[in-house]
């Protein structure tokens, strides 16, 4: 398979940059990378937390950033407006399709409820092939150490298929994660659909 090449990826990352330093500076190093490699940026439009840190990364090194956010949070002065663009949509479910259809690959950095809440929608849609896009969680400092165990947990359990359990590639380094997306194999539907 030739690697994918990518024009833009969507980073899902937390409002907060966390307890640990080494969160920001995967999100600097994150953003570092996109550039060196002519990637732009899709991300949920904040200004704070990682989701600050890795949008002002990128434009600060001449990157392409492309922010999503509702209304209501701009509203919040949480939205950031020094960007490429900055697209502000009337709820969250729009948010979340700009973001899928602006980008060609998801990463999850660190983050909390919405983070996860992301990942696992478009994860679930590239199991429905509702898109071909590799995902991958850059995991920081073991955060995402229990995600990837309960994932293999539910495969054992049989609530995952085996198939499907490397949809989402996980790396400790952002150039490594970038690798593994680019030479991801994302499975057909009809080859795990149970038939009557």
Request: proline share 5%; with cysteine.
């Amino acid at each position: 398979m030739n690697p994918r090449k990518f024009r833009r990826i969507c980073v899902f990352c937390g409002s907060n940059v966390g307890g640990h330093p080494a969160y920001a500076q995967a999100a600097a190093s994150l953003g570092a990378l996109l550039v060196r490699d002519n990637i732009g940026l899709v991300y949920g439009g904040g200004k704070i937390g990682l989701m600050g840190v890795i949008a002002n990364e990128v434009m600060q090194r001449g990157g392409q950033v492309y922010g999503v956010i509702p209304e209501r949070l701009k509203a919040l002065e949480v939205g950031h407006d020094n960007l490429t663009e900055l697209f502000v949509v009337d709820s969250m479910h729009a948010r979340k399709a700009m973001m899928a259809n602006l980008s060609d690959a998801f990463i999850a950095m660190p983050g909390g409820w919405g983070t996860l809440e992301e990942l696992f929608e478009v994860t679930t849609w590239t199991q429905l092939n509702y898109h071909k896009k590799p995902i991958g969680v850059l995991n920081v400092n073991g955060y995402y150490d229990k995600l990837i165990d309960w994932a293999d947990h539910a495969v054992d359990a049989g609530f995952i298929r085996a198939i499907h359990r490397p949809i989402i590639a996980s790396d400790s380094d952002p150039e490594a994660l970038l690798e593994k997306l680019r030479l991801a194999e994302i499975p057909e539907l009809g080859r795990w659909i149970e038939k009557p």
